[in-house]
C-alpha cells in the first residue's frame, strides 16, 4: 500500500521559516514525480510545487516563488518543503501527492497523504 | 495562475446525473489534455477520480465520467449515490512545469 506521510506543520510567525517533510513507502520513491498540494480551511486546493523524478525539473506556485524551495532525498525516500518569509494566506493544510509518473508535466496527483497543518500568526 | 471555475455548489437525487463544470482558459484547460478530478470528503485526503479528461483509474466507478470542450471540462455522476455527496476539485495542467486547481465544487446528494 503506498503511504504518504507528512510533518512539520505547526504555528508559525509572520516573516519566520519552517521546513516541511514527507516520507514515503509502498512504492519506489525515486521512479515518480512528487508534489506539494495545500488547503486553506474551508476552501479549494491550491498547487504550491513540484519536482521531478531526479530534480531536474521544478515547479512553484507564482504565490509561493522565491520563498517556498522544494527538494527531495531519493536515498530516504522523502520529499521536502522550505518555507520562508511565511505570510498569513500560507495558512492551510499542506498535502504531498504523488505524481502518475516521474515527469511533472501533465500527470495527475494518484497518491496523497493526509496532510500536515501550517498556521502562520502572531 | 489564475484558478479554476467551479460552481459552489451542485445537487442531485439519487438515481439522477449531475455534471460539474470547470471553467480555465486557453492556457490551461483549452490547451492540454491534461485535466483531472478529485473526490475529497470533510477531514479526508483528495482521491484522484478522472484524469487526462477521460481516463478513469482503477477502481472508481464507471458512473464518473469527463469531458471538455474548449476552455470548460465536466464532470458528470449518473446514477447518483449517497456516498458521493463529497466535494469536488478540477485541475489542469498550465504549463511550464505548473498546475492549477479549481476552487472545488460541494455535491449534495438530496
Known amino acids: 500500500e503506498e503511504q504518504l506521510v507528512e510533518s512539520g506543520g505547526g504555528l508559525v510567525q509572520p516573516g519566520r521559516s519552517l521546513r516541511l517533510s514527507c516520507v514515503v513507502s509502498g512504492f519506489t520513491f525515486d521512479d515518480y514525480a512528487i508534489h506539494w498540494v495545500r488547503q486553506a480551511p474551508g476552501q479549494g486546493l491550491e498547487w504550491v510545487s513540484g519536482?521531478?523524478?531526479?530534480?531536474?525539473?521544478?515547479g512553484y506556485a507564482d504565490s509561493v516563488k522565491g520563498r517556498f524551495t522544494i527538494s527531495r532525498d531519493n536515498a530516504k525516500n522523502s520529499l521536502y518543503l522550505q518555507m520562508n518569509s511565511l505570510r498569513a494566506e500560507d495558512t492551510a493544510f499542506y498535502y504531498c501527492?504523488?505524481?502518475?509518473?516521474?515527469?511533472?508535466?501533465?500527470?495527475?496527483?494518484?497518491?496523497w497523504g493526509q496532510g500536515t497543518l501550517v498556521t502562520v500568526s502572531s | 495562475q489564475s484558478a479554476l471555475t467551479q460552481p459552489r455548489s451542485v445537487s442531485g437525487s439519487p438515481g439522477q446525473s449531475v455534471t460539474i463544470s470547470c471553467t480555465g482558459t486557453?492556457?490551461?484547460?483549452?490547451?492540454?489534455?491534461?485535466v483531472s478530478w478529485y473526490q475529497q470528503y470533510p477531514g479526508k485526503a483528495p482521491k484522484l477520480m478522472i484524469y487526462?479528461?477521460?481516463r478513469r483509474p482503477s477502481g472508481v466507478p464507471d458512473r464518473f465520467s469527463g469531458s471538455k470542450s474548449g476552455n470548460t471540462a465536466s464532470l458528470t455522476i449518473s446514477g447518483l449515490q449517497a456516498e458521493d455527496e463529497a466535494d469536488y476539485h478540477c485541475?489542469?495542467?498550465?504549463?511550464?512545469?505548473?498546475?492549477?486547481f479549481g476552487g472545488g465544487t460541494k455535491l449534495t446528494v438530496l
Open positions: 486557453s492556457s490551461n484547460v483549452g490547451n492540454y489534455n491534461y
Open positions: 487526462d479528461v477521460t
Open positions: 485541475c489542469s495542467y498550465a504549463g511550464s512545469y505548473t498546475f492549477v
Open positions: 519536482i521531478n523524478w531526479n530534480s531536474f525539473t521544478i
Open positions: 501527492a504523488k505524481g502518475q509518473g516521474n515527469h511533472i508535466v501533465g500527470a495527475p496527483f494518484d497518491s
